[in-house]
């Protein structure tokens, strides 16, 4: 006999898995359909607490806003200062770190009261020394958060 043929049922097989599918008893439909539900539905929640938590981690914005810049001082002098007013219009708290105006760079090594801003606080930043002189242009970047979170251009015309 051939060997393909030996892989057909023969009429005694087809007779047992005749008597065997009337005695296996398989879920009822209303039983499938719940078990799909169910898993169906704990997939969708486990999927949007995983999306939940993946948007919130990149929806977090570090982003100040220079809102006012006051030139303090007698033009020209190494001592005078410049007042920045800036709102944090972000959603995490910032501890602004330097303040680059122009070229030169401003400090600010420890977090303190002057320096971390909350989300939506408003609060003027003193920076000393900057000697400043009258009818520059001023180029203001802030970095906070190791990275930077705002910028400026300010002109010190009639001061």
């Known amino acids: 006999m ?3 043929f030996s892989l057909l049922p023969t009429n005694k097989k087809r007779k047992n898995m005749k008597t065997m599918k009337q005695k296996d008893k398989a879920l009822s439909s209303v039983v499938a359909s719940i078990i ?7 997939a969708s929640i486990l999927t949007a607490g995983w999306l939940g938590t993946t ?5 977090e914005i570090d982003t100040i806003a220079v809102k006012n810049v006051q030139f303090i001082g007698t033009a020209g ?9 800036l709102k944090n219009t972000g959603t995490r708290t910032i ?10 760079r401003f400090i600010f090594n420890t977090p303190s009261d002057e320096n971390t ?3 939506a606080e408003t609060k003027d930043l ?3 020394n900057v000697g400043w002189q009258t009818g520059a242009e001023y180029n203001i970047e802030v970095y ?8 400026y251009r300010a002109n010190s015309l009639n001061v």
Do not use: F, Q, R, W
């Not at 799909?36 to 704990?42: K, M, N, S």
């Not at 002098?77 to 007013?85: A, D």
């Not at 906070?144 to 910028?151: F, L, P, R």
């Open 126 to 128: 003193t920076v000393d």
């Open 117 to 119: 801003y909350a989300p």
């Open 144 to 151: 906070g958060n190791a990275m930077i979170v705002g910028a």
């Open 36 to 42: 799909l539900i169910a898993v169906t539905v704990t």
């Open 95 to 104: 501890n602004i770190e330097i303040i680059k105006i122009n070229e030169n």
């Open 55 to 59: 948007a919130v981690h990149y929806t």
């Open 2 to 4: 051939c060997p393909l």
């Open 77 to 85: 002098e190494p001592t005078n200062t410049i007042i920045l007013s």
